[in-house]
């Protein structure tokens, strides 16, 4: 165990965690949009900036989501200097995306009502935080979406920009990962619909012939059946219809 001080607080927490978790375990409240449970730290959003003094006595700014708690470390979650700061990204955010919920909500929470830069268009909510295409990698094992080109034209997309990925099988993990809602997935009869950023994909449905319930696109169940080793046929009624 590691001994730490959080905004006063001495702490104990786990050794090889991050200061965002400790926080976290400590109903110490440090904002953050890309921080994912699920994925490895990314430090993507910036938002997680706190100050930290180390044992040794050196002093700097460090993203709390990537940075491992470490004994007699004290660290301030929320001092004049970091409420600058997050304010700016802030104001860059709504700058780079003023149509996403989620960052005027936050943005609201923390004293940001307007942005003093330009706001752009054809963003479509995403920050490039690549939750989606890490989900798609480190959870699904797919890799069917990426982040491409450099500077300000990088965008997120499937392989050529095209609505298409071969490896795409239509599970919508990238949706449920995206911390500002820039992907959206819908379902509709038989047929389900991923939009991206830039990018639109449909997949057909496959239809329980118990419940008549359209229930998972037909792309996973093959990929599922084949990862597992299980016949395809195991995957003919949706699960609540299963004996």
């Known amino acids: 165990m590691v001994k730490l001080t959080i905004n006063g607080r ?25 921080a994912n449970e699920s994925l490895a730290p990314y430090g993507a959003c910036r938002l997680c900036l706190v100050e930290i003094k180390t044992a040794k006595g050196r002093e700097r700014l460090v993203t709390s989501c990537i940075y491992l708690v ?13 409420q600058k700061i997050r304010r700016m990204l802030l104001e860059l955010l709504l700058a780079r995306c003023p149509d996403s919920e989620e960052i005027q909500e936050l943005a609201k929470k923390l004293g940001v009502a307007k942005t003093r830069f330009v706001k752009q268009s054809g963003n479509n909510k995403c920050i490039l935080c690549a939750n989606c295409a890490r989900t798609c990698e480190e959870v699904v094992g797919v890799a069917a ?24 099988i239509g599970c919508g993990s990238c949706s449920y990962s995206c911390p500002t809602g ?30 008549g319930q359209y229930w998972a696109p037909e792309k996973q169940i093959e990929y599922i059946a084949k990862i597992s080793g299980t016949p395809l046929t195991d995957y003919d009624t949706c699960s609540d219809c299963r004996d």
């Open 70 to 82: 470490e004994e007699g470390l004290t660290v301030q979650t929320n001092t004049e200097r970091i």
């Open 10 to 34: 001495k702490i104990t927490a786990e050794a090889g965690i991050t200061l965002l978790d400790a926080a976290k375990a400590n109903n110490i409240y440090i904002p953050t949009l890309c």
């Open 145 to 168: 979406i990426s982040l491409s080109k450099r500077g300000v034209d990088r965008e997120l997309t499937t392989p050529f920009g095209e609505d298409f990925s071969e490896v795409c």
């Open 182 to 211: 820039a992907i959206t997935m819908t379902d509709k009869k038989d047929t389900r619909v991923i939009n991206w950023p830039h990018n639109t994909m449909e997949f057909k449905l496959r239809k329980c012939p118990k419940c």
